[in-house]
């Protein structure tokens, strides 16, 4: 019996909803890398498989043991002694026949000192269990190249993530509870020429308890505007005082007994949303004043661009304001003027992208680049989302190693408490140095336990000198970590590779907001932290 194909739109139709299917199209056009597959390693690809991530590329040189088989539900027992890229390869794909996987079963030293272009051909490159000289000697390659790098680690009950991104800036942050972009404290002239048909005092009783809630403000603004010199309800007193006056508009009955109109009431609980002050928000102005948003050349990536063209849209047509996001809430209304009203918005939005398609227009002349390089498509999704533009640097590993511009004060500030997640960064950074005098990490063999507990704090302490560090860390932490034995629990690294394959899908749709820079994960009591080293 013939397979039937599932169509793509049914099949990943709950991922859909969350970043559309422009989203799903960046991810299915991207290809990342992973470095080693271990059990964190391949947590995070099943992540990225599933949802349809077009492309990956597996580097290791390892071979399958069987501690592989114990923790890696990507590796069986028959592949013991056999290619790890490969078989997690192989294994991985039968999980999404729309993804293409590909190995390299060499170490990635062996591609940067015979290939350093290797790795620059990745929309995202992601590595786990390297050792500290690897690492930083890949993050200085693909910061050079602006590819984003994730660095993932699962070790005892520890979980740890670093971001090494020049510049992620996001348009489509999703924010939560975001307030609608009404302008009733500033209508614009569509809005009052469509306001203009409405008088909620003569209007006739079936048309009265169908008028938007949008509708019932505008009009009862007016009416306390006229009364309070220009001025809209600010303080709670002020918006008290307006939503009785909603209420005043309530119809009455024979008896003199105010109806039941759900569309008064639901005006009355939007007052503090219709409210809403119109302004740009300070994270727009930021972006405004960025030295990006000012010196565009042909570089220049289409983001700063699209941000320079509505920040002149800004300082002209909006008089100091954003382009209209052109949508209102679901209302009780009947149909005809709930579309109406819905039109009034769109047509505006529409003319307030169309303002900003022509600043672009001479932006991209301006420095040499064809007006179809920047999509009609492009850039009303940019104008509907502009309100919530995000933007994140993160510093570069090289930068985080350095003595010289260590945060060591913000380091010596969190370890005020002894126990917070920051000990676990320190622990990881020493257990790298005992790798790298000691060749093996600490407490692998059972029998070297208590007599490496003395070297890994003779490494932690050399570290916190280096770094100029006055602080210590308990003996627990020490004794902890040798216990560890590096080893990486699947539980730990199923919960890491949930997190970072979240971090890799926003870093490659470009969407959502990333962390900056370093997330530690404490299996142990059930916590984590994030924080900018």
């Given at each position: 019996?013939?397979?039937?194909p599932v169509v793509k739109e049914q099949k990943y139709d709950r991922q859909l909803r969350l970043w559309g299917d422009h989203g799903q199209e960046a991810l299915e056009s991207a290809h990342v890398c992973l470095i080693n597959a271990t059990a964190t390693g391949t947590e995070i690809l099943k992540n990225l498989v ?484």
């Amino acid at each position: 019996m013939a397979k039937v194909p599932v169509v793509k739109e049914q099949k990943y139709d709950r991922q859909l909803r969350l970043w559309g299917d422009h989203g799903q199209e960046a991810l299915e056009s991207a290809h990342v890398c992973l470095i080693n597959a271990t059990a964190t390693g391949t947590e995070i690809l099943k992540n990225l498989v599933l949802p349809g991530i077009g492309s990956f590329t597996i580097v290791d040189s390892n071979l399958v043991s069987g501690e592989d088989v114990g923790n890696n539900f990507f590796l069986t027992r028959e592949s013991i002694g056999k290619s790890r890229a490969q078989t997690a390869t192989e294994l991985l794909q039968e999980l999404n026949e729309d993804v293409t996987g590909n190995y390299v079963a060499e170490h990635p030293d062996q591609l940067l000192d015979h290939d350093p272009s290797f790795f620059t051909k990745f929309s995202l490159v992601i590595a786990t269990r390297l050792p500290e000289s690897t690492l930083l000697r890949l993050a200085e390659a693909l910061w050079d190249s602006n590819i984003p790098f994730l660095i993932c680690r699962a070790y005892g009950f520890v979980g740890y993530m670093r971001i090494v991104v020049k510049e992620h800036m996001v348009i489509e942050s999703h924010p939560d509870n975001a307030l609608e972009d009404l302008r009733l404290d500033q209508p614009f002239s569509e809005l009052q020429e469509h306001l203009q048909q409405f008088n909620l005092d003569s209007m006739e009783r079936k048309d009265h308890s169908h008028t938007p809630w949008i509708v019932i403000v505008a009009k009862c603004l007016e009416k306390w505007r006229k009364e309070n010199a220009g001025q809209i309800p600010k303080t709670y007193k002020e918006k008290e005082a307006f939503r009785e006056l909603i209420r005043q508009g309530v119809l009455k009955n024979e008896n003199g007994v105010p109806e039941d109109e759900e569309n008064f009431e639901e005006a009355v609980k939007n007052v503090n949303t219709a409210l809403n002050v119109t302004k740009c928000p300070s994270n727009v102005e930021e972006i405004f004043t960025d030295e990006r948003c000012a010196n565009i050349t042909h570089q220049t990536p289409n983001f700063w661009i699209l941000a320079r063209a509505v920040k002149e849209f800004n300082a002209a047509e909006g008089n100091g304001n954003l382009p209209l996001r052109g949508t209102i809430p679901d209302m009780i209304a009947d149909s005809d003027k709930f579309i109406k009203l819905q039109n009034v918005y769109r047509e505006k939005a529409k003319k307030d992208a169309s303002a900003v398609e022509h600043y672009v227009s001479k932006l991209l002349q301006s420095v040499g680049r064809p007006p179809e390089s920047i999509s009609e498509k492009e850039i009303r999704l940019f104008c509907r989302n502009c309100a919530f533009l995000r933007g994140v640097r993160c510093r570069s590993l090289a930068e985080e190693y350095s003595v010289d511009s260590a945060k060591k004060d913000d380091i010596v500030s969190f370890m005020e408490n002894p126990d917070n997640e920051i000990v676990f960064y320190l622990m990881l950074r020493a257990v790298d140095r005992f790798h790298k005098q000691h060749g093996r990490y600490p407490g692998v063999y059972n029998y070297q336990v208590e007599g490496d507990y003395g070297k890994l704090k003779t490494c932690l302490n050399g570290l916190l000198q280096e770094q100029e560090l006055s602080l210590s860390v308990k003996d627990d932490y020490i004794q902890e970590f040798c216990r560890y034995g590096a080893a990486e629990p699947h539980t730990v690294a199923s919960f890491l590779g949930g997190a970072a394959a979240q971090e890799a899908i926003k870093i490659i749709t470009k969407q959502f907001v990333i962390f900056n820079n370093t997330f530690i994960y404490n299996a142990m009591q059930q916590t984590s932290a994030t924080f900018q080293l």
